[in-house]
């Protein structure tokens, strides 16, 4: 039982982990904590949904159909509402995450209801026996797709000039500028690039949970516990986040009661703020 619990708080760790890695670029490159990254995976949630099961397009065209459409939307979306407020008073920059989360969920309840959709499985839902272990193959996946997201995305910013003029920008936008590099673009490029992790981590979550408007909410506050966790100046770190959250609340819900979950996985969070509010992996200030 206790491997069992420790795969499933894997997979579900991954996409914590995913979305952790939103608000860690998020606030490296824009200095300000995104409330409304939670919507960049019902966006993506219902992307998936829309080209998958309302048009019948196969996954595998479907998926990268909906990553490109979370981009477009992402892009959209910054330039409308985060763009004009650079250099601007940071509490204005907070509330404007917060307002616009609660106009994506509220759009997208205008659209599709309130009603969940169900999302077909497509990774596979039918527990394969290892030995005393059953593994379902959809965790699998979401691990293995989870971790290969991490080190694309650690090879990227650290491998290619546009990753590199990413960090520069995200640590002094005045030097970045003074060396040629477009700040603004950059930052946007971070943005797009938060939001499709997001959207991911929506994809992947889509056949686990039921989807609908408000989905953003839970797993949005859970990859905010994750960044904190891990650091919120750490990509590595938020994953390690993500992991360790999604394990903790498996093991609470297998061994305690799924009643505590939840309440377990963020007294973590509060202790790690206590006593290192760095984050497990984050530079002491």
Known sequence: MFVQQVIQGLAIGSVYGLMALGYALMWQAWAVLDFARGEAAMIGAFSILVFHSFFKI???AAFPLAIATSAILGYVIQWLAYRPLIGGIPINRLIATLGMGILLRN????????????????FGDKPVSIGNV???PQNVWITAIGF??????RLFLT??????????AAQDRETAALMGIRVKQS???????ATCLGAIAGLLVAPVYFVRADMGLS??????ASAVLGGLDSVTGAM????????TENLAAGYISSGYQAAIAFSIMILILIFRPQGIMGRRL
């Not at 290969?148 to 995305?153: D, E, H, I, K, R």
């Open 58 to 60: 196969p996954f595998v």
């Open 240 to 247: 390690i986040g993500g992991l360790l959250l999604g394990v």
């Open 148 to 153: 290969a997201l991490v080190v694309l995305l």
């Open 187 to 193: 930052m946007a490029l971070t943005f797009v690039l």
């Open 159 to 168: 491998r290619t000039y546009t990753g590199k003029a990413m960090r520069a």
């Open 107 to 122: 759009l997208a309840r205008v659209i599709y209801g309130a009603d969940p959709y169900p999302f077909p499985t497509v």
């Open 219 to 224: 797993i949005g506050l859970r990859g905010f």
């Open 134 to 136: 059953l593994v379902v």
